[in-house]
């Protein structure tokens, strides 16, 4: 059997295309890593091509490790032997092997995005640059963009009526000269440097070229220039370099990305070869169709049109609520009705939406309809707290230097080296010329610190230095175990009686877990390549395998997913498209394909919601419906709600529109009933909650949906557990304190 006979006919023209420049559009579910893995089994099997000499690159670990997979199905034992990764990873093995060659040490450390925030406050406070004026966030936008675009320090030039870029400039070189005292590199960085290695190296940019023969890229549509250049050098050889991508799924601009790239590269290689795949596995006729109407009128887009094989399905449905609360309501109701009728599970429905901001009212009507749900998107393992502080300790331990990672540390846990100190050891340090671990070494010194105060500094820094001699001793766990333990981090969180440093407590043990993964299943399980693997995860990267409970995220969070039932939310004129983009022509096309996008996440039912009036920053405004509802073809699509001419909007009943949707008892408003009761319930509640004494609990004395009192946060809801007994953890919702994680023995929780 040919590798060729599990491809449709575009599919195989696009594999068999192997030599020279090719671009293929891969239209939403038409197979696109299928044709990139395929292609490479086709090249390693029918060609003979060996596989060190294939390079796939994609944006994610996650989509590169399914690469690897699928790849590892298709050509065997041959598989390790090529090379699939992100382009930072790619970046830093490059830099890691070569990087001398203009002067990277091989063991510098990767800084986060928070990491480099922290710098970056770092360098204003020494510039006397007022971060409230000009905010790091801000400053960091305006370095990052200008990396992507190759400009050092020296070339950048600001605009000169833009005071923000103009303090850009002074930050940016100041912030650059931190980051290589500290030997370390931020994300923008990786791909610079490596750019500039090829450029400045003939001997090394000949060496890649060879290893690297075939080049393959998923997602071209994301990439920006920096990206773009560095494929240049690394293709220019041997011509080989195959793009994958959808110009209509472009929707990361203000990352950096710019769709133009994909548009111009039949203008920079006139002799590519172009396939479109078009036939679409994943959505019904009637959606495809509706995605089109929507997409097409971008000014700027290949001409392709999805089509499918699969039946015509539901009707796309539109919906008008009165206000966002009966929208979220509408949204549950709908929900709970499917799922009661056994046409669906909870983890079949995704609810998308333009910002975060807009998730509140829908929690809270999940809530009330005791729907279990999940905001994808939220706070991510390797950036909690507790974890991000065993990795200070960790990256102070690799590189001392790095000033960041020890101030994080320095006092966590609390050992009574207060901010004054600090600014005192810094102080020394910059006058010395010397690193703030290295001040810390001679703090006894200092006279003006107090001697109970240079105790702990000395204390702390002789803890790191035994460590720090273990690293080349000890197993990569046995280093993470012997930091935990030695650091005192999870002793402190253990010994604490909050239910939240419980939980934070299990967060350490997991990451020591982490740790002992990676030992087991990387070649590579040095310190250094433990780091460089956690700075590189991506929030996609980090996302909960979906599939038992409903999805709650932003339109930017659901690019790359599917479900069976997909809400848009917030389907109105600046909301979508956003008030940012009204008067930018270019941010107006992003926009149509972020709701394209949207479109054809759902697999057999679309709905689209927007509402008459809208609730923002407090004043209630009237809303007009967005422009992309008016390219939807009438002949397909159901609207619901509609208000008639000259009529006052009126809240629909859900046995109106949907009569075998039945809520518990008559429709409910969560925030309502839990912050105004009658008098009579009021006070029996007040009386039962004093007369009780809080009790250890478990598991078992709570189930999903009961209402619950909390101390401190009030009346709420049970959302979810996990878990058995004491241990277990109970999740709660609370109307005023959001969601809630307690630990079932010090929940303190009683029944309403």
């Given at each position: 059997m040919s590798i060729l006979d599990n491809l449709n006919p575009e599919q195989q023209k696009a594999v068999q295309a192997t030599e020279g420049p090719v671009l293929i559009f891969a239209g939403a579910g038409s197979g696109?890593?299928?044709?990139?893995?395929?292609?490479?089994?086709?090249?390693?099997?029918?060609?003979?091509i060996a596989p060190e000499h294939i390079l796939a690159v994609t944006f994610t670990n996650k989509a590169a490790g399914e690469m690897k997979e699928r790849i590892a199905q298709l050509i065997g034992e041959q598989a390790p032997s090529l090379w699939?990764?992100?382009?930072?990873?790619?970046?830093?093995?490059?830099?890691?092997a070569d990087g001398a060659a203009i002067d990277i040490d091989p063991n510098f450390v990767i800084y986060d995005e928070a990491d480099q925030r922290a710098l970056i406050k770092e360098t204003l406070s020494a510039l006397n640059i007022d971060s409230e004026q000009y905010?790091?966030?801000?400053?960091?936008?305006?370095?990052?963009?200008?990396?992507?675009?190759?400009?050092?320090?020296?070339?950048?030039?600001?605009?000169?009526?833009?005071?923000?870029e103009r303090t850009a400039k002074r930050v940016y070189r100041n912030y650059q000269q931190r980051l290589a005292a500290?030997?370390?590199?931020?994300?923008?960085?990786?791909?610079?440097?490596?750019?500039?290695?090829?450029?400045?190296?003939e001997e090394l940019r000949d060496k890649y070229q060879n290893r690297f023969r075939y080049i393959l890229v998923d997602e071209y549509q994301d990439i920006n220039f920096a990206q773009s250049s560095l494929l240049e050098l690394l293709a220019d050889k041997h011509h080989n370099l195959c793009v994958v991508g959808d110009d209509d799924q472009s929707i990361y601009g203000w990352r950096g990305a710019?769709?133009?790239?994909?548009?111009?590269?039949?203008?920079?290689?006139?002799?590519?070869?172009?396939?479109?795949?078009?036939?679409?596995?994943?959505?019904?006729?009637?959606?495809?169709?509706?995605?089109?109407?929507?997409?097409?009128?971008?000014?700027?887009?290949?001409?392709?049109?999805?089509?499918?094989?699969?039946?015509?399905?539901?009707?796309?449905l539109v919906y008008r609520a009165i206000n966002e609360q009966e929208e979220a309501e509408w949204v549950a109701r709908l929900i709970q009705s499917q799922i009661r009728q056994g046409q669906a599970e909870p983890g079949d429905f995704a609810i998308l939406y333009r910002t975060n901001a807009m998730s509140r009212v829908f929690e809270e009507s999940l809530l009330d309809a005791n729907m279990p749900y999940e905001i994808v998107g939220g706070v991510r393992f390797y950036e909690r707290a507790e974890i991000k502080d065993?990795?200070?300790?960790?990256?102070?331990?690799?590189?001392?230097?790095?000033s960041v990672s020890l101030r994080r540390i320095i006092n966590n846990p609390t050992r009574g080296i207060g901010a004054k100190t600090l600014q005192v050891l810094d102080s020394e340090a910059r006058r010395r010329k010397v690193s703030l671990f290295e001040m810390c070494g001679i703090v006894s010194e200092l006279d003006q610190i107090r001697i109970r105060e240079q105790q702990a500094v000395a204390d702390f820094y002789d803890m790191m230095t035994a460590l720090h001699s273990r690293i080349d001793k000890l197993s990569l766990v046995k280093l993470v175990r012997e930091v935990v333990k030695r650091s005192g981090s999870l002793q402190r969180l253990r010994e604490s009686g909050a239910a939240d440093d419980a939980g934070r407590a299990e967060n350490v043990e997991e990451f020591v877990t982490a740790a002992a993964r990676f030992q087991k299943t990387h070649e590579d399980n040095s310190l250094v390549a433990f780091l460089e693997h956690i700075a590189l995860i991506s929030d996609i990267d980090q996302a909960k395998e979906l599939g038992s409970t409903v999805s709650l995220m932003t339109l930017h969070s659901a690019k790359g997913l599917e479900f069976p039932t997909v809400f848009i939310v917030g389907l109105e004129e600046e909301v979508l498209p956003h008030y940012r983009s009204m008067s930018d022509e270019f941010e107006l096309a992003e926009e149509r394909r972020l709701c394209y996008v949207g479109m054809t996440r759902a697999q057999q039912r679309l709905y689209l919601t927007h509402c008459h009036r809208r609730t923002i920053f407090g004043e209630t405004q009237q809303m007009q419906p967005s422009r992309f509802l008016k390219d939807l073809p009438e002949e397909v699509v159901q609207r619901r709600g509609e208000l008639a001419p000259g009529s006052s909007p009126r809240l629909i009943e859900a046995r109106e529109e949907i009569p075998e949707m039945q809520m518990s008892g008559r429709?409910?408003?969560?925030?309502?009933?839990?912050?105004?009761?009658?008098?009579?319930?009021?006070?029996?509640?007040?009386q039962s909650r004093r007369s009780a004494e809080p009790i250890p609990s478990s598991a078992g004395d709570y189930t999903v949906g009961d209402k619950v009192s909390h101390p401190s946060f009030g009346d709420g809801r049970v959302v979810s557990i996990k878990g058995t007994g004491d241990e277990a953890e109970i999740v709660v919702g609370f109307p005023d304190k959001g969601i809630k994680k307690l630990l079932a023995r010090y929940a303190n929780l009683k029944k309403l």
């Open positions: 696109k890593t299928r044709v990139l893995t395929y292609r490479i089994a086709y090249m390693v099997h029918e060609l003979g699939a990764s992100t382009f930072h990873s790619l970046c830093a093995r490059m830099l890691r905010s790091p966030v801000d400053i960091h936008y305006e370095i990052s963009n200008a990396k992507n675009e190759l400009l050092t320090a020296a070339d950048y030039k600001p605009h000169r009526k833009n005071p923000l500290s030997n370390a590199l931020d994300f923008d960085d990786l791909l610079m440097s490596a750019v500039h290695l090829l450029r400045e190296s710019n769709v133009r790239l994909i548009l111009a590269f039949e203008e920079h290689y006139p002799e590519a070869q172009v396939f479109k795949l078009e036939q679409n596995y994943r959505s019904t006729a009637n959606i495809l169709r509706c995605a089109y109407e929507v997409i097409r009128h971008n000014p700027a887009r290949a001409d392709k049109k999805l089509w499918t094989d699969n039946p015509p399905g539901e009707a796309p065993v990795i200070a300790y960790l990256k102070t331990l690799l590189n001392p230097v790095s429709r409910l408003d969560l925030t309502k009933i839990l912050s105004r009761a009658t008098a009579g319930a009021t006070a029996s509640a007040e």
